[in-house]
């Protein structure tokens, strides 16, 4: 280790950065990982591209706003394209952003399907990646690289004609945010990309007569990790690893669950500018503050029932098809639900019909309002969280620091996160294990049973809001490996 750097230089590659640009949990890493790097004096950079509105975003924001003279070029489908390059400052984190209106100019990041079309996007910035590594003044050694869309970069070190001459002048890491999403595509796309044929084997690329993004980038980058111990456990099985465990099993020795953190600058309650008023562990008078606005947001009086609420994408993988059948047992028990978010068109048409007929009971707002989620957040007693399985989680996280205890199912991300109040003399939410609505009712009425006795409610509340769920620990680790890549040269 002597003669390693002392500040490494790390690129993180990403398709989200949040407050930027974010779809889900992966913006809100690449948002607070790298700052969280950087405190741990490892030169910790991000390239994204510029999707529309966050250069003026930057503006507003006076963060500065550098057009790099050069731009970077990259051939794809037997063409050039080509990319104004912008630089500017994040929280303290230097970051690129690369302007192609052609490329980068829809409202939407992830298209709808997958086609040698519609992922040209990815391509670019990969191998646009490649390019500003090795072309610009500051040279990165490793390349960190977050879920398929960039899974290309490792991919390409070692089977592109061009780049893979470039394999020795970085390491890479491939970090899974999500198995479910693997970028499998016609294998049309090898010539279009200029990977060579070889690498359309069971070894390398091929996966059913397609080629695997996903796939390709674990066998080809230096390390992967994903983003909860359990989750990298949980993936080597036939029941988790969604097609891949055997891939990933073969590639157990470089694979690493390193937990996500939570940005506790970013959410926290004390001084939330969206609330109507702040709080902390010690004084919870502004969560009461938050109750009484959320219940008036959707016209109900303060009856005195416990509230429940679902943060996020309205989706098999987030256990809706447990909170469906289950309404009306929760109202039953006392409870009043509220729901935010968006995704397959039938649960969110479920939801909508079921909150017209338990009106009073039940509340849905489909689509996403930040300022809303953190009131619902604050206001709320109860998270649910029943997911059929999850890589790692942050609304459960977000929760706790907001005095809202979440129920949720013992699976990836969220066992690791989550110590069970009836389990543990230190727990501060509530488990289950079995993907059935019984048994998420059953925690529920644990839950209901907790929140009857106030005092040890509160007891509850202040234990999770206290947890320290930052990245101070999983940094520590990234910051491990980054050392272990770089002493193998």
């Not at 690498?199 to 980058?221: D, H, P, R, V």
């Not at 590639?251 to 996500?260: E, F």
């Not at 998420?440 to 509850?460: G, M, Q, S």
């Not at 490996?481 to 002493?487: C, K, N, R, S």
Request: include cysteine.
């Amino acid at each position: 280790m002597e003669n390693l750097p002392l500040k490494p230089r790390i690129l993180h590659v990403a398709t989200e950065m949040a407050p930027l640009s974010k779809v889900g949990g992966l913006g809100d890493v690449v948002g607070s990982l790298p700052k969280a790097l950087r405190a741990l004096d490892i030169d910790a950079r991000v390239l994204t591209p510029a999707w529309p509105g966050m250069l003026d975003r930057l503006n507003e924001q006076g963060a500065p706003l550098i057009r790099s003279r050069e731009r970077v070029h990259v051939a794809l489908r037997w063409q050039v394209y080509s990319a104004r390059l912008w630089k500017s400052v994040v929280e303290d984190t230097p970051l690129y952003l690369l302007d192609n209106e052609e490329l980068f100019g829809s409202g939407k990041i992830y298209p709808d399907t997958l086609a040698p079309d519609t992922v040209l996007p990815f391509a670019f910035i990969s191998f646009a990646a490649l390019e500003l590594a090795h072309k610009s003044s500051w040279k990165a050694q490793i390349l960190h690289c977050h879920d398929w869309p960039a899974a290309l970069i490792p991919i390409a070190l070692r089977w592109h004609r061009h780049y893979r001459d470039w394999g020795t002048a970085f390491e890479s890491v491939l970090t899974i945010h999500n198995l479910a999403h693997q970028g499998i595509l016609s294998p049309l796309v090898l010539d279009e990309w200029g990977l060579d044929r070889k690498s359309f084997t069971m070894e390398g690329l091929e996966y059913y007569g397609q080629i695997n993004t996903l796939k390709g980038g674990i066998i080809a980058a230096g390390a992967v990790t994903t983003v909860s111990p359990s989750y990298s456990w949980e993936i080597q099985t036939p029941d988790g690893g969604m097609g891949l465990d055997g891939v990933l099993s073969a590639a157990r020795d470089k694979l690493t669950g390193i937990l996500n953190g939570l940005d506790p600058d970013a959410w926290n309650p004390a001084d939330d500018s969206t609330l109507p008023q702040g709080f902390s562990a010690e004084n919870l008078e502004g969560k009461r503050v938050c109750r009484r606005r959320l219940l008036e947001h959707f016209g109900w009086a303060d009856d005195g029932r416990p509230l429940a609420c679902f943060i996020g994408r309205i989706v098999e993988q987030k256990g809706i098809d447990l909170l469906l059948p289950s309404l009306e047992a929760f109202i039953n028990l006392g409870a009043r639900l509220i729901f935010i978010g968006s995704g397959f068109p039938l649960f969110e048409k479920a939801l909508q019909e079921a909150a017209s007929r338990l009106a009073g009971h039940v509340a849905v707002h489909i689509g996403f309002s930040e300022d809303l989620a953190r009131l619902i957040y604050s206001g709320s007693d109860i998270l649910l969280m029943p997911s059929l399985f999850e890589p790692c989680g942050l609304s459960q996280l977000i929760a706790l620091r907001y005095g809202t205890i979440p129920i949720v199912r013992a699976t990836g991300g969220l066992a690791d996160t989550i110590i069970d109040v009836d389990g543990a003399p230190d727990g501060y939410g509530f488990l289950f294990s079995d993907y059935h609505p019984g048994e998420l009712i059953a925690a529920f009425r644990r839950a209901l049973r907790a929140y009857e006795d106030r005092e040890r409610w509160r007891t509850i509340q202040q234990r999770g809001m206290e947890r320290d769920f930052s990245w101070k620990m999983s940094a520590q680790a990234y910051r491990r490996l980054y050392h272990q890549l770089l002493a193998r040269d």
